[in-house]
């Protein structure tokens, strides 16, 4: 069984590798997992996105996030904004 200190450990030096957005809109997600008991497996977080006409991605499961903001002071500002 993975526990969420297995995965913890197993992305604890990851570094994301950032696309270039010039001329794109930035966006920031959150990957959420919690633990309430450690005999359970973790669970992991999904939003499902508001159904509009014309959104390609219109009630589609997706990680928390979205775009970046003038208020947002970094990408992790962004994805707890957003999150939150």
Not at 11 to 33: D, K
Request: aromatic share 4%; glycine share 8%; no cysteine.
């Amino acid at each position: 069984m993975i526990r969420l200190e297995d995965i913890r450990e197993r992305i604890s030096g990851y570094e994301p590798e950032l696309l270039p957005t010039e001329g794109r809109n930035q966006a920031s997600v959150a990957i959420i997992l919690r633990e309430e008991d450690e005999a359970e497996l973790p669970e992991l977080l999904f939003i499902e996105r508001a159904r509009r006409h014309g959104d390609p991605w219109s009630g589609h499961m997706a990680f928390p996030g979205g775009r970046l903001e003038p208020v947002d002071r970094s990408s992790r500002d962004a994805a707890e904004r957003e999150t939150r």
